[in-house]
């Protein structure tokens, strides 16, 4: 359960607040209250009087901790202070200052802060002629606990996963990185949902101009309601229309907590485990958290094989294509008999027959997503097994047709980004309708074109293909191959050119 240790939600700097002040009277005050909230029956409006100065408590049943409104709140208010007469304001500046043991106590003097508390699971104390209120922080709402990652697994590392509550998250980001310099700046984005969000980075280490970047970028947002990072990243990505993503997001705290040191920007945001990271290259996508925790060697034979695969889930039906429709003469003899043999009795071309396989895979991996999980993986595992083998017997596809399908659907699982994944999926079709229309020819034209498209690409000012385009021969330690972390003593000058020394080589046992 969440103790009430979040911050109430900030607003956003560039616009201006017209809500109307507090009004003195307690039940004008009250009334207006519940004329806004239309009378909700999760209101909970708690009247008592401070030798006869009349108050109240009101906060929203369900979001608060009723434990801690009642032993530190109510008990406090109604049984601790000294009954004696006072003033208004000597009244309010005792409650204040001297009779809340709790945490954080905010002063407010308009209603739409007022509400804002409220519905952040504030309790919020109001005294009859006084125009200034009190919010408690009192948060209590059920929330689901740190639990291992279940779209990120890992075999040796960290098991745990972000969660759907903000505080929660930031807390698992300062439990990885103990360090002041750490800064967490809070918004909060939608008018209506109001949305919390942090923005997260190492003050000596982000470069300030990508800093604020990040900051225009989300104060620019103009929407009603915030549910999911993904409505962020979507108003925040570069390149709105390309396949290819330029936010990085991630459920596991040290895989951010890794591009924080780095110097990249993360930002989470409350209701979602996942959490954004900028700016992102072509390169972290193919990259697992992983990575930094096995050895140097097996880790760079793990991102060879990814790239590998790679090429093979984005290429390898459309050269099938290719060769066995436009460049017979390429296929080694024995090779061609044999698949010649195959495709005997199939009446599609090889084109036909490859984007009929390749949509009925895609048919049933959604459905194995959609489905509750028992179901969903014997689905797609079965149905998969099944299809393959009764298409083959009934002559609809050839046996070789069926390996390529299958080899390409396997390759496309081994990414660590699922949202790498997609675009090579829709890239895939590309490609064979290419190569189907143009042979060789078309997959090479294609190719060029996805390689400049991918050279065009910048995430937050840094050049997405970085280090490759341009070439940076010193940040080619932890690309395609990775150097041991007593070799890794820079941090790549494309995202930071602050603090760039990561580690001292000396420090290696001779």
Not at 422 to 444: D, H, K, Q, S, V
């Amino acid at each position: 359960m969440n103790q009430g240790n979040e911050q109430g939600p900030s607003q956003n700097p560039n616009k201006e607040s017209n809500s109307p002040p507090l009004l003195p009277p307690l039940e004008d005050s009250l009334s207006h209250i519940e004329t806004v909230l239309g009378k909700s029956t999760d209101l909970v409006i708690r009247r008592f009087a401070i030798y006869k100065t009349h108050c109240a408590a009101l906060y929203i049943d369900g979001l608060v901790d009723k434990n801690t409104v009642q032993n530190f709140i109510m008990e406090a208010l109604m049984l601790e202070m000294p009954h004696k007469r006072v003033s208004v304001k000597e009244l309010y500046d005792t409650i204040k200052h001297a009779s809340l043991p709790i945490g954080e106590v905010t002063e407010f003097t308009d209603y739409e802060a007022l509400f804002k508390r409220l519905l952040s699971g504030e309790t919020i104390l109001l005294i009859d002629k006084e125009k200034k209120a009190l919010a408690a922080s009192t948060r209590g709402w059920r929330d689901r606990g740190v639990q291992e990652s279940t779209s990120e697994s890992v075999i040796r590392g960290p098991k745990e996963a972000f969660t759907e509550t903000l505080r929660t998250n930031t807390a698992l980001l300062r439990r990885k990185i103990k360090d002041p310099k750490l800064r967490i700046e809070s918004k909060a984005i939608g008018e209506v949902t109001r949305t919390d969000v942090a923005v997260v980075y190492l003050q000596d280490i982000a470069e300030d101009n990508i800093v604020q970047e990040v900051h225009r970028r989300l104060d620019k947002i103009d929407i009603d309601g915030v549910l999911e990072s993904g409505y962020i990243e979507e108003y925040i990505q570069d390149a709105q229309y390309s396949p290819f993503p330029t936010v990085y997001y991630s459920e596991k705290p040290d895989a951010i907590a890794g591009g924080l040191l780095e110097g990249r920007v993360a930002i989470v945001t409350d209701g979602t485990p996942d959490v954004l990271l900028v700016p992102a290259l072509f390169v972290n996508f193919f990259q697992s958290s992983e990575d930094y925790y096995q050895r140097a060697d097996i880790s760079t034979f793990l991102r060879i094989l990814r790239l590998v695969c790679f090429n093979i889930a984005l290429f390898m039906p459309s050269l099938y294509i290719a060769f066995t429709t436009f460049h017979q003469e390429m296929i080694p003899a024995p090779l061609l008999i044999s698949l010649a043999a195959q495709r005997e009795g199939v009446p599609f071309p090889a084109f036909v027959e490859a984007m009929l396989m390749e949509l009925t895979f895609e048919i049933l991996r959604e459905a194995g997503v959609r489905l509750p999980k028992p179901v969903g993986s014997a689905v797609s595992i079965v149905g998969a097994l099944v299809l393959g083998q009764s298409a083959v017997q009934a002559g609809l596809v050839s046996p070789a047709m069926v390996i390529v399908v299958a080899l390409t659907a396997i390759s496309s699982f081994v990414f660590p980004a699922y949202n790498i994944a997609i675009p090579i999926r829709m890239l895939r079709f590309l490609f064979m309708i290419l190569a189907a229309t143009f042979g060789l020819y078309g997959i090479i034209l294609g190719l060029i074109a996805m390689v400049l498209h991918l050279c065009s690409l910048k995430s937050f000012g840094v050049a997405y293909m970085s280090p490759f385009a341009p070439i940076k021969p010193k940040e080619q330690k932890d690309v395609l191959i990775r150097f041991p972390h007593w070799g890794l003593f820079s941090r790549p000058s494309s995202l930071t050119k602050k603090n760039e020394k990561r580690t001292n080589p000396s420090s290696k046992e001779s």
